[in-house]
């Protein structure tokens, strides 16, 4: 069954996009079977996997409204090695519509149901917000990566998110868990970020990812070119961080069904 994982951060500009497409494309690379969901009205990764994203005939608005299975929204990123569920602009309109439907916040969650065995791991790339795709997402993943840069602001937004997920916890989806806050955009010469870092470790412990991704203009190059980093320039330190990233979620993950495992045993 696939690991479904939100990569979520209400604030706009943080690095979901950059991590959602580079860490699909990474897993890809090592064996690993992966649906990445764009989730944004904005369609960032959508374009970034190489599709273009206006004229699509069926979109992640479809699978929200019940109109198509996901098989039918479905393409696949030839580069990336990976799955893709499109989004454009039309997604905004589903938030609007699904207000007035019955079981809105599980749209998502009934769409991909099916999907889950094909996979080893979903990732959905959210929206800046904290609205109803987001809510969709938090309900139907089994945890949450959070992408985030070092700075004092995000902390005091770390806040709201994580009394967000507590909220869907106890409403929508009693498994949720944070799987990890990932440090990107990261530049070692500043004091705060480092100051920041600590902050993060001594709140989150071990979920903060021994990965960190650096500031790396090869990262934010990539998507023009409808590439993962990993196809464009495979040596950069953008690349390697995010493959060494995709190494720690796998072996996270191989821990823990170790541990399912044993308290089954
Ligand atoms: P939004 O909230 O609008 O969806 P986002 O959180 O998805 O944004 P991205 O689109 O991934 O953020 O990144 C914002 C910008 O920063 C982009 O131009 C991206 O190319 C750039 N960027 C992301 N990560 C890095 C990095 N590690 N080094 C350099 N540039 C980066
Ligand atoms: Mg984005």
């Known amino acids: 069954m696939a690991r479904i994982l939100a990569i979520t951060n209400q604030k ?3 690095g979901k996009t950059t991590t959602a497409v580079n860490l699909a494309a990474s897993l890809a690379s090592l064996g690993k079977k992966v649906l ?3 989730l944004d009205p904005q369609g960032n990764a959508t374009t970034g996997s190489g599709a273009e994203k206006q004229g699509l005939a069926k979109t992640v608005y479809h699978l929200l409204l019940g109109t198509d ?3 039918a929204v479905r393409l696949r990123s030839e580069s990336g090695g990976f799955d893709l569920l499109p989004a454009n602009r039309d997604l905004a309109g589903a938030e609007v519509e699904l207000v007035e439907q019955k079981q809105r916040e599980y749209r998502l969650k009934q769409a991909l149901d099916k999907a889950s065995d094909a996979y080893d791991f979903i990732l959905i790339d959210c929206p800046p917000a904290l609205n ?5 997402a938090l309900t139907c993943a089994h945890s949450v990566l959070i ?3 070092c700075e004092y602001f995000a902390i005091e937004g770390l806040a709201d998110l994580v009394n967000t997920i507590k ?3 106890a409403r929508l989806n009693p498994g949720l868990v944070i799987d990890g806050v990932v440090r990107v955009m990261f530049d070692n010469r500043n004091t705060l970020a480092q100051h920041v870092s600590d902050q993060l470790k001594a709140h989150f412990g071990a979920k903060v990812f021994d990965t960190v991704v650096p500031r790396n203009v090869r990262l934010a190059e990539a998507p023009s070119h409808g590439l993962a980093v990993l196809q464009y320039d495979r040596v950069s330190k953008g690349a390697q961080a995010y493959l060494q990233m995709a190494r720690e979620l796998i072996a996270k993950r191989d821990a823990e069904i170790g541990k399912e495992g044993v308290r089954r045993g």
């Open 167 to 169: 909220k869907i916890k």
């Open 69 to 71: 299975g996901y098989e």
């Open 36 to 38: 990445l969901v764009d």
């Open 147 to 149: 992408p985030m840069q």
């Open 132 to 136: 109803l795709l987001t809510v969709n």
């Open 12 to 14: 706009g500009g943080v």
